[in-house]
């Protein structure tokens, strides 16, 4: 299955970036998505996840206040728009597509993987 996240790149301490996911519909509709990161030397960290209707989300404690997450079902694609950007949310960004309905803060309630794109933040 293949998870396409895309969105990331380079910006300034402040700024704001919107990250996409776009799924395949067969894996998406009745599942969770979420988001994760990782930084140079650090393990994968919980961004936030999203229920399959969009009914609940939640974040990670680094996150919570600047980032939120969104679901288009129609359009197979989950965003993630991230604000008031830290060097520190340097990293990785992975969309995930969940085992159930509703998301996990654990990486192994997530079933499929994107390749990851990459956002740095500069200070």
């Known amino acids: 299955v293949q998870l396409q996240a895309s969105g990331g790149g380079l910006v300034q301490a402040g700024g704001s970036l919107r990250l996409s996911c776009t799924t395949p519909r067969r894996t998406f509709s009745n599942n969770a998505v979420g988001w994760f990161r990782q930084a140079p030397g650090k393990e994968r960290e919980f961004v936030a996840h999203i229920a399959w209707n969009g009914g609940s989300t939640y974040y990670g404690d680094s996150v919570k206040g600047r980032f939120t997450i969104s679901r288009d079902n129609a359009k197979s694609t989950v965003y993630l728009q991230m604000n008031s950007l830290k060097p520190e949310d340097t990293a990785v960004y992975y969309c995930?597509?969940?085992?159930?309905?509703?998301?996990?803060?654990?990486?192994?309630?997530?079933?499929?993987w994107g390749q990851g794109t990459l956002v740095t933040v500069s200070s």
């Open positions: 995930a597509v969940g085992r159930s309905s509703y998301g996990s803060r654990s990486s192994t309630g997530y079933q499929y």
